[in-house]
């Protein structure tokens, strides 16, 4: 089967090259920002207009916001707007045009009902501090060089690798593998190369087809499974507030930059600041490299999974429990787990928001009316079963995989405050993921709009 995958690779630059490629970023900015206030400045005089009472025919023309169409202004003004184009690729410019009229469709689409999600702000220009610097270059020569530690970019040259590419080096001597794009990006005081690629993949199976796990994930423990299996927290974040706290105050006590007065930020205020994001910038390797290896491990032991369909983004309004939750990374568990049962072969199974699988009983099916999060132990005044809460839940999302699948039903098995029994084997209700399945099918449901998977490996 055929996915789109990213490999991702850190770079190490000189100083000419990290010049450079700055001033390919900067490309895209300028062509951005242009291209944002000629959008910006057309639909102002056409608001104007109509509140002086301009009719519709009379109206400014308006312009089209599409990729082709800003390529085309550019293209008629760049000699008088940025007289320097030609010592940047085309693509520098085209990455920020089409930044832009991503980001123009996803705010009028929020603003008709067609998108779903938070609604999306009107893009604002970008700016030269604040804004990360990035660059993606969809033609020309890209490719990795035979020793596998450079790899060449259009006008860029040759630029070495921090690491060896040899896994992608690999599909593509073997004709598994098509560059699609390379994006650089300068994260955490370094810059990556991403190279987006569409990656022909071996049908696989997972080491026991039969087996099905529940995975409930938590605080206490990162993941606890139906098998018993306890996952433990690392709890990066928390273990790395004391040295971010001493970065910061030494960050503070530097001359920064300042607006108001125009002053620029002073050398040892840049340095500080570099040590402060790589310092972010670890943390976020550490739990991504975390997620990845419990996600993978899962989907290529477990045939079926099944996880809880939660509602992160009302969690994080927990003040108290915000930090831990947003550290501990449940919906990156969740996407992993998404798209790597797709490639192994397995399913996943997502749990409706509302199925109570805490307050069920994993042993004889009834279910609590309420149940606090201070309880830790689930003790069941039916069949008198005693049991870890989260290690009940976890078995009662193993369960719903095996139960029967009514799909006349609709709804969730129980809304909030459940308070009726919830048999393993009655109505249940799940939902349907991209890459997922219901739990009394066979086989794989790919993504709806194709194969389009992506992972930092």
Same mark, same amino acid.
């Given at each position: 089967?055929?996915?789109?995958?990213?490999?991702?690779?850190?770079?190490?630059?000189?100083?000419?090259?990290?010049?450079?490629?700055?001033?390919?970023?900067?490309?895209?900015?300028?062509?951005?920002?242009?291209?944002?206030?000629?959008?910006?400045?057309?639909?102002?005089?056409?608001?104007?207009?109509?509140?002086?009472?301009?009719?519709?025919?009379?109206?400014?023309?308006?312009?089209?916001?599409?990729?082709?169409?800003?390529?085309?202004?550019?293209?008629?003004?760049?000699?008088?707007?940025?007289?320097?184009?030609?010592?940047?690729?085309?693509?520098?410019?085209?990455?920020?045009? @089409?930044?832009?009229?991503?980001?123009?469709?996803?705010?009028?689409?929020?603003?008709?009902?067609?998108?779903?999600?938070?609604?999306?702000?009107?893009?604002?220009?970008?700016?030269?501090?604040?804004?990360?610097?990035?660059?993606?270059?969809?033609?020309?020569?890209?490719?990795?060089?035979?020793?596998?530690?450079?790899?060449?970019?259009?006008?860029?040259?040759?630029?070495?690798?921090?690491?060896?590419?040899?896994?992608?080096?690999?599909?593509?001597?073997?004709?598994?593998?098509?560059?699609?794009?390379?994006?650089?990006?300068?994260?955490?005081?370094?810059?990556?190369?991403?190279?987006?690629?569409?990656?022909?993949?071996?049908?696989?199976?997972?080491?026991?087809?039969?087996?099905?796990?529940?995975?409930?994930?938590?605080?206490?423990?990162?993941?606890?499974?139906?098998?018993?299996?306890?996952?433990?927290?690392?709890?990066?974040?928390?273990?790395?507030?004391?040295?971010?706290?001493?970065?910061?105050?030494?960050?503070?006590?530097?001359?920064?930059?300042?607006?108001?007065?125009?002053?620029?930020?002073?050398?040892?205020?840049?340095?500080?600041?570099?040590?402060?994001?790589?310092?972010?910038?670890?943390?976020?390797?550490?739990?991504?490299?975390?997620?990845?290896?419990?996600?993978?491990?899962?989907?290529?032991?477990?045939?079926?999974?099944?996880?809880?369909?939660?509602?992160?983004?009302?969690?994080?309004?927990?003040?108290?429990?915000?930090?831990?939750?947003? @550290?501990?990374?449940?919906?990156?568990?969740?996407?992993?787990?998404?798209?790597?049962?797709?490639?192994?072969?397995?399913?996943?199974?997502?749990?409706?928001?509302?199925?109570?699988?805490?307050?069920?009983?994993?042993?004889?099916?009834?279910?609590?009316?309420?149940?606090?999060?201070?309880?830790?132990?689930?003790?069941?005044?039916?069949?008198?079963?005693?049991?870890?809460? @989260?290690?009940?839940?976890?078995?009662?999302?193993?369960?719903?995989?095996?139960?029967?699948?009514?799909?006349?039903?609709?709804?969730?098995?129980?809304?909030?405050?459940?308070?009726?029994?919830?048999?393993?084997?009655?109505?249940?209700?799940?939902?349907?993921?991209?890459?997922?399945?219901?739990?009394?099918?066979?086989?794989?449901?790919?993504?709806?709009?194709?194969?389009? @998977?992506?992972?930092?490996?």
């Amino acid at each position: 089967m055929k996915v789109i995958q990213a490999y991702r690779y850190a770079l190490d630059l000189t100083a000419g090259q990290e010049r450079a490629v700055l001033a390919h970023a900067g490309a895209a900015r300028v062509a951005h920002n242009w291209a944002l206030a000629r959008v910006k400045a057309v639909m102002d005089q056409r608001a104007a207009e109509r509140t002086y009472g301009v009719s519709k025919e009379s109206l400014t023309p308006a312009v089209s916001w599409t990729l082709p169409a800003l390529r085309k202004a550019w293209n008629a003004a760049k000699a008088e707007v940025a007289p320097w184009w030609a010592e940047c690729s085309k693509e520098a410019f085209n990455t920020g045009l @089409d930044a832009l009229a991503r980001g123009l469709k996803n705010w009028a689409d929020s603003r008709a009902g067609k998108r779903a999600g938070r609604p999306v702000r009107f893009p604002r220009f970008k700016s030269r501090r604040r804004s990360t610097p990035s660059v993606r270059f969809t033609t020309g020569t890209i490719r990795v060089e035979p020793d596998r530690k450079h790899v060449t970019l259009p006008r860029l040259g040759r630029l070495k690798l921090h690491e060896s590419a040899r896994k992608l080096a690999r599909r593509l001597e073997a004709g598994t593998a098509r560059i699609m794009s390379a994006t650089l990006r300068r994260d955490g005081g370094r810059w990556h190369v991403a190279f987006c690629v569409e990656v022909d993949r071996a049908d696989r199976q997972p080491t026991r087809p039969a087996s099905t796990v529940g995975v409930d994930v938590g605080i206490k423990h990162l993941a606890v499974l139906s098998t018993g299996e306890l996952v433990p927290n690392p709890r990066h974040l928390q273990q790395a507030e004391r040295r971010f706290r001493a970065l910061n105050r030494a960050l503070s006590r530097k001359a920064g930059p300042d607006r108001r007065v125009g002053r620029r930020p002073s050398r040892r205020w840049q340095q500080a600041s570099t040590r402060l994001a790589r310092a972010h910038a670890r943390i976020a390797n550490l739990r991504r490299d975390g997620l990845h290896k419990l996600t993978t491990r899962l989907a290529r032991q477990h045939g079926t999974i099944v996880v809880e369909d939660l509602n992160v983004t009302g969690m994080l309004a927990n003040r108290r429990l915000a930090r831990h939750i947003a @550290d501990a990374g449940f919906a990156e568990i969740r996407r992993q787990l998404t798209y790597k049962t797709h490639w192994n072969g397995g399913r996943l199974t997502v749990a409706d928001r509302w199925y109570p699988s805490s307050k069920t009983c994993s042993a004889c099916g009834a279910a609590k009316t309420k149940l606090t999060l201070s309880e830790r132990e689930y003790a069941c005044e039916t069949c008198g079963l005693i049991l870890d809460r @989260d290690l009940n839940a976890a078995r009662n999302l193993a369960a719903l995989a095996a139960a029967e699948i009514d799909t006349a039903g609709s709804g969730p098995v129980a809304g909030r405050g459940a308070d009726h029994k919830t048999r393993t084997r009655g109505r249940v209700a799940a939902k349907r993921q991209p890459g997922t399945v219901h739990a009394g099918q066979t086989g794989t449901v790919p993504p709806q709009g194709g194969t389009t @998977d992506h992972v930092f490996t």
